[in-house]
């Protein structure tokens, strides 16, 4: 089976992480955010501590309310909930799996503590200079979680933020372990001794168990595994807000040290996305195909498809799985509400219809054949 995604990890990295040394040059942070020296860096254990640590800053003068998409990680509402605020949730955009700019301009009316901006898997609208210019004085945070790479299309936005957060866990791109916070304003120092070098290495380890399941063919039988396993990471905030390291500038060469070799996975990626964007299956049984396969600023870290047709995405589920893709419905839980489908339309939409395929910039070309084939086989 195809899998869903592919650690870009080796027996290098994992000598590499116990043997990187200090490096101060500050064109690291460049790769992450504009105006260097007017940021602070920080490493943690996993991001959404350092999302929790950041809105604990945040004048309690407010009334609580993070803007925040209805379609985000679990770990995200409960980073906020973690902080002492309240997620208020935005419906997202008739296409895009985020809301887009004037959703969140509209939804600014009143005081509120925070604003999060976060793309979801790989993909994200552009123009945002009118949220930029009415956010005003409202705390911003962009989630890149799911974004690396996307800085020229939110170049505005990480002027303007207050915070930029990123996370290099297994399925980010980087696949190092780990989350990056930039904050405008220093942090205060809470929390235990970093032990972000340990975490990154477990992340490691599991990538590299992770491919020996695709070479030895065994990765079919663990799907269920891995999906209960992911389910369990991305809920729940167990675990304490690790301490700023004391020399962050060597987790920023770690992790900068990647980012080349996921910009070629990327380019793959949207060139093999124009390539299924154009098959007659897609364009005729799929929405939103241009947003999805043919934008060429998108990183496509998830490939998603949308069906025309909801009702048939559990048929073209099974046949795409036994045809050897390892797919899964895109989308992630709705807030808990009777009325969430009444209240979020769109993202209850997306979460029906559409699917997530693998990351295509990772696949060998024989793979990405089959992908096609089998596309043209369940959707056709």
Not at 61 to 67: A, E, H, I, K
Not at 343 to 372: C, K, M, W, Y
């Amino acid at each position: 089976m195809i899998p869903r995604y592919l650690p870009a990890v080796g027996l290098s990295d994992a000598l590499r992480l116990y043997a990187s040394s200090s490096n101060g040059n500050t064109a690291h942070q460049a790769r992450f955010v504009p105006d260097t020296a007017s940021w602070h860096p920080y490493a943690f254990e996993r991001a959404r501590h350092g999302l929790t640590t950041w809105l604990r800053t945040l004048s309690r003068g407010r009334d609580g309310r993070v803007l925040v998409s209805a379609q985000i990680c679990p770990a995200v509402r409960e980073a906020i909930a973690a902080a002492g605020l309240t997620p208020s949730f935005i419906d997202v955009d008739a296409a895009y799996p985020s809301p887009s700019p004037s959703q969140f301009a509209a939804a600014l009316s009143g005081e509120v503590a925070a604003v999060i901006v976060a793309p979801m898997y790989g993909y994200i609208q552009d123009d945002w200079n009118t949220l930029a210019t009415l956010v005003g004085a409202t705390p911003l945070c962009v989630d890149m979680a799911q974004g690396l790479l996307l800085d020229d299309r939110l170049a505005v936005l990480l002027a303007r933020a207050d915070a930029v957060l990123y996370s290099f866990s297994l399925g980010k791109g980087l696949d190092v372990g780990g989350g990056l916070l930039f904050a405008r304003t220093p942090l205060p120092n809470t929390g235990p001794m970093d032990r972000a070098p340990r975490a990154r290495m477990s992340v490691v380890a599991a990538g590299l168990a992770w491919r020996a399941l695709v070479a030895s063919g065994l990765y079919r039988a663990c799907v269920p595994l891995i999906e209960r396993q992911i389910d369990r990471d991305q809920h729940g905030h167990s675990g304490t807000p690790v301490a700023p390291p004391r020399d962050p500038a060597r987790h920023l060469s770690d992790w900068t040290a990647r980012v080349d070799a996921f910009a070629r996975d990327v380019g793959r990626a949207r060139d093999r996305a124009r390539s299924i964007g154009a098959l007659p299956s897609v364009r005729a049984g799929c929405r939103d195909v241009d947003t999805f396969c043919n934008d060429g600023g998108a990183t496509h870290l998830r490939q998603v498809l949308r069906l025309r047709e909801a009702a048939r995405r559990p048929r073209v589920l099974e046949t795409l799985r036994r045809l050897g893709i390892d797919c899964a419905p895109a989308g992630e839980p709705l807030p808990s509400s009777v009325a969430a489908s009444n209240t979020f339309p769109n993202a209850a939409r997306f979460a029906s219809d559409a699917i997530r395929f693998p990351f295509l910039g990772r696949l060998r070309e024989e793979e990405q054949a089959r992908v096609e084939r089998a596309l043209e086989a369940a959707i056709g």
